[in-house]
Each structure stands twice: as C-alpha cells, then as structure tokens.
C-alpha cells in the first residue's frame, strides 16, 4: 500500500530565545489513496513547505498521524525514516540545483540512482531507454544539466525521482518557475506518469492552474484544510471531507473545526463566540456573537 493518510496534523514551531510559539500546521486532515495524482494548493505561509518536509521524515509533527502506506512515519527513529524515504519516496524539489548534478549530463544524472539500485548494467540502460521516451527528453540525453532549459531540467529531475523506483513521489513547487506552456506540459507529464506507472504523486503548490489539473485538489491554508474539489467516499474515511464547488463552501475536519469562507466572513462582524440551537426536526440555526443584539440569526 502507497497511499496517504493524514489526520490532524500538528506542527508548532518554537523560538527558544523568544518564547514565541507559530503554528505552521493546525489540524490538517487530507487522503491520497494509492496510485492516486493529487495537488495541494494554497498561499505563501499556508503550511505547504512544513508539510512536504513531515511527509519526508526532514521535520517532526508537533501531534496528528501520518501515514504513508500502512506506516505512520511519526513513530520511526530518524535512522528508520531514512531507510523509510530511501526506499519508498521520491522527491522533486522547485530548484534544479537540489535535484540535479550540474556537471553531470541528463543521461547520466538518471543512471545514477539506477546504479544505486544495483541493477545491473543491462537492466539500467533499459530503464534508461523507457524513462527517457516516457519523458521526451532522449535528444538531450547528452546535454549537460547547465545547458537545458527549466522545463527540461523539470522533465530531467522526474526521471532521476523515477528512477529510484518510488511508490510516492513529492512534488514541491515543481513548475514555480516556468511560463505556462511548460506548466500545462508538467501537468500532463505527471498524468502520463501517473497512468503509466501507477506511483502515487502529490503535487504541493501555489499555482491556482494546479486546482482541476488532476482529479483531486486539495486547497489549504493558514494551516488546515480548506477545501477539496471532489467529494470522497466516506467509507475510505474516518473523518468527513466535504467538497467545495464554490468559495462559499467550507470543509468541517477531524478536530470539528470550520473556517468561514472570507465572503462570508466580510459580511458581518463577527467574532469568537457561536452559539447553536437544534430544532426536532433536527435543523439547526447559528447565531453569531449571541450577547451582541445587532447580532443576526443564520
């Protein structure tokens, strides 16, 4: 199993010398099944970074679980995550630098992890042949990393991340830098990859043009979950996930907590307090800040 599962995750980062507490993560719920293409979108400061790096075992959740198959990666040592992510996670980083040898060329940045496989030489340049088709990169296979263009040095790195055989692969920003044709090739890319070799692939980040690329877009921010563009069966689920067509929808996660859409929100002047009353017919009304008489019935 390859897919994963996130239930109220937690990270607080804090400053020792301050005392300063920041929540980077405040709940966040979402589920990627195996074999599944899925995108996570959302602004500067939304929590995108923290949680690509809780993912890859390179930063420890402060509470929640996170599971990637049948393993929840926030009980391994740190020795076990390395092994853990060596073998089952691919990682595609925004700058090239961080995926790429510069001062190797495209064909040999992809053997390189090939070789680290063991496969033998055959068997490496076989897979060599059917990545570098798979990716249309085969007439620059002899160009140096320094002399390929950004969506080509994209292109390259997936295959150094296909290379190793993962059963997920992490995206971060992957075409932060690149003008939209290149974007709209990516996409398709990792929909062909997807199709073709089954791995579960999580595209984490803030370009809107991601949000109905792939069959599920999940929308973050300020930490949680705040909306997703397809409705989930809830057998999958322990917790429910609402789908949110519009900006007037909001998702109610695993720790019961809804955010108001900001066009609701600027509406009225609300503050902490909510109160509830449930009818028998099992209907309900809200009243905002109850003690405030201007304070109208929702």
């Given at each position: ?7 109220d ?18 709940g ?12 996570i ?28 198959g049948?393993?929840?990666?926030i009980?391994?040592?740190e ?8 073998k ?57 990393v ?13 295959g ?18 690149l003008?939209?044709?290149?974007t709209n ?18 595209v ?21 979950l ?31 907590f809804?955010r ?21 017919s ?11 008489k ?5």
């Amino acid at each position: 199993m390859s897919g994963i599962y996130v239930k109220d995750l937690i990270k607080v980062y804090h400053d020792p010398e301050t005392d300063v507490r920041v929540s980077a993560l405040r709940g966040l719920d979402l589920f990627v099944k195996e074999g599944e293409v899925a995108s996570i979108i959302g602004p500067s400061g939304a929590g995108k970074s923290t949680l690509i790096k809780i993912l890859c075992g390179l930063e420890t959740a402060s509470g929640g679980s996170v599971y990637i198959g049948d393993t929840n990666i926030i009980e391994l040592s740190e020795k076990e995550m390395q092994t853990f992510r060596f073998k089952n996670i691919g990682i595609i980083n925004q700058f090239v630098a961080q995926n790429l040898l510069p001062n190797l060329t495209v064909e040999q940045n992809i053997l390189l992890p090939l070789k680290m496989r063991y496969a033998s030489k055959q068997r490496a340049r076989k897979e060599l042949e059917e990545l570098l088709s798979a990716l249309n990169i085969e007439r620059i296979r002899y160009n140096p990393v320094t002399k390929i263009s950004g969506g080509e040095a994209v292109r390259t790195s997936i295959g150094v991340t296909l290379a190793k055989k993962p059963k997920i692969i992490l995206a971060d920003e992957p075409t932060g830098q690149l003008d939209t044709a290149n974007t709209n090739n990516i996409i398709e890319t990792f929909k062909e990859l997807n199709e073709a070799f089954n791995t579960t692939i999580l595209v984490v980040t803030h370009d809107l043009r991601f949000r109905n690329a792939f069959n599920k877009s999940y929308i973050i921010r300020d930490g949680r979950l705040v909306g997703v563009n397809v409705e989930m069966d809830r057998s999958e689920l322990d917790f429910l996930i609402k789908p949110q067509e519009s900006s007037l929808q909001s998702v109610i996660d695993s720790s019961q907590f809804v955010r108001l859409p900001d066009e609701v929100y600027q509406t009225g002047e609300f503050k902490h307090i909510v109160e509830f009353d449930i009818h028998p017919s099992k209907k309900f009304s809200i009243l905002f800040n109850p003690n405030d008489k201007k304070s109208k019935n929702h």
